[in-house]
C-alpha cells in the first residue's frame, strides 16, 4: 500500500491499519524439550498434528502424502497405523500440510495435487479408514499465492465457544449456527502460509467464508485450540514463535506471543498439538520437523496448565 499523504495525516493514515508488533515472552512451560521418535522414522516432510485423546496423535506427511496414527511407547510415539492419502476419486498425491481430529471426524488441509505440483489447490479433505478422501471442500477467499505457500494449518473451534465469546463474521453480524445448516457443530479455522492469516469457514456443501484475521506472525505454520484459545506456531523464519488469540469485541485478536522453549532447536517447524489432559499441572506438546533434523521429526515438551 502507497501513502499518499504527508506529515500528520500520514501518521494516522498509518495508525489505522498497523500496530506496534507484540514482544514475546519466555514459553509458559518448561524449557527442557526432547525427540519423542525413533530415529529417521519419518524423514523429511512431516508437517501438521492432531491430538485425538492423551493416547493417539494424528500426523500427516505432506510428500509422498501419507497419513499416521501414533500411540505413546515410552518417552516416545510409535506409528501404530499408517496409510498413503487420495482425493476422493481415489486420485492425486494431496499435499496434505496440516490435520485435526474432530467430534466429526478427521480433517486435512491441502495446498496442491503434488502430481500438478504448479497449480495451487486449497481444500479440506475429510478422511474416514481409507486411503480415499470421503469429502472434500474448496477453499474461496484467499489470495493467489505460489502453490507452495497456501493453507498449512488447520484447527476446529467448537460452535460453544464461538457462541458464548460472541464471535462476529467480517459483515459484523452476530454468529449463529443455525445459519449454517449441515456445517456439524464448529468452524474450521485454516492458517496461510504466504500471509499468516487466518480464514474461517462453515463446511456445507461448499466452504463458507465468514472471517480472516492475523495470526501474529508473518507466516503460519500450524494452528491448535485448546479450549480457550487458539494458538499460531510459525517456524524457523519466526524463530519458532507461537501466539495466542481469543475472542474480543467479536474478534480473534492476539492476546501473547512466546518464544519457542530454550532446548527446542530453531527448525522448520510445521506441526503443533497440545495434549487435552493435565498432568500434575502440566499438558504435553508435541512439534514436528519438516526438516527431520539429526534423524527426528518429532519432539515433545510441556506447556503449564494455566498457560
Known amino acids: 500500500m502507497r501513502i499518499k499523504v504527508i506529515g500528520v495525516f ?3 493514515a498509518l495508525s489505522l491499519v498497523a500496530s506496534p508488533a507484540q514482544a514475546a515472552t519466555t514459553w509458559p512451560g518448561d524449557s527442557a524439550t526432547r525427540t519423542a521418535d525413533g530415529s529417521n522414522v519419518f524423514g523429511k516432510n512431516l508437517s501438521g498434528l492432531s491430538f485425538e485423546s492423551a493416547n493417539v496423535v494424528w500426523a500427516v506427511k505432506n510428500s509422498p502424502s501419507t497419513l499416521y496414527r501414533l500411540v ?3 518417552s516416545t510415539w510409535k506409528v501404530d497405523q499408517k496409510r498413503s492419502l487420495h482425493y476422493q ?8 500440510e496440516g490435520v485435526v481430529s474432530t467430534p466429526e471426524g478427521l480433517f486435512v488441509a491441502v495446498e496442491r495435487d503434488n502430481d500438478d505440483g504448479d497449480v495451487s489447490a486449497p481444500k479440506i479433505l475429510k478422511y ?3 486411503s480415499n478422501a470421503v469429502a472434500e471442500w474448496e477453499l474461496g477467499g484467499m489470495p493467489e499465492v505460489d502453490p507452495n505457500d497456501g493453507p498449512e494449518a488447520i484447527s476446529w473451534v467448537p460452535d460453544s465457544y464461538l457462541t458464548r465469546n460472541g464471535f462476529t463474521d467480517d459483515s459484523g453480524r452476530t454468529y449463529d449456527p443455525a445459519d449454517y445448516p449441515g456445517h456439524g457443530s464448529g468452524l474450521f479455522f485454516v492458517g496461510l502460509e504466504a500471509t499468516g492469516e487466518v480464514y474461517v469457514y462453515a463446511l456445507q456443501g461448499e466452504a463458507k467464508l465468514l472471517a480472516k484475521f492475523a495470526s501474529g506472525h508473518a507466516q503460519v505454520m500450524d494452528l491448535e485450540f485448546d479450549g480457550s484459545k487458539l494458538w499460531a506456531i510459525c517456524d524457523n523464519n519466526c524463530n519458532g514463535q ?4 481469543a475472542i474480543s469485541s467479536g474478534k480473534f485478536r492476539v492476546t501473547a506471543k512466546y518464544n519457542r522453549p530454550s ?3 530453531n527448525t522448520n517447524l510445521e506441526g503443533f498439538a497440545i495434549s487435552p489432559s493435565c498432568v500434575n499441572g502440566k499438558k504435553l506438546v508435541l512439534w514436528s520437523d519438516d526438516d527431520n533434523k539429526d534423524g527426528h521429526a ?3 515438551g510441556s506447556l ?3 498457560g
Not at 89 to 96: C, E, I, S, V
Not at 242 to 245: Q, Y
Open 10 to 12: 500520514a501518521v494516522l
Open 72 to 74: 505413546p511407547s515410552g
Open 89 to 96: 476419486d481415489g486420485q492425486g498425491d494431496p499435499d496434505a
Open 128 to 130: 474416514g479408514t481409507g
Open 242 to 245: 507461537t501466539t495466542t488469540l
Open 263 to 265: 532446548t527446542l532447536p
Open 298 to 300: 518429532l519432539r515433545s
Open 304 to 306: 503449564n496448565c494455566s
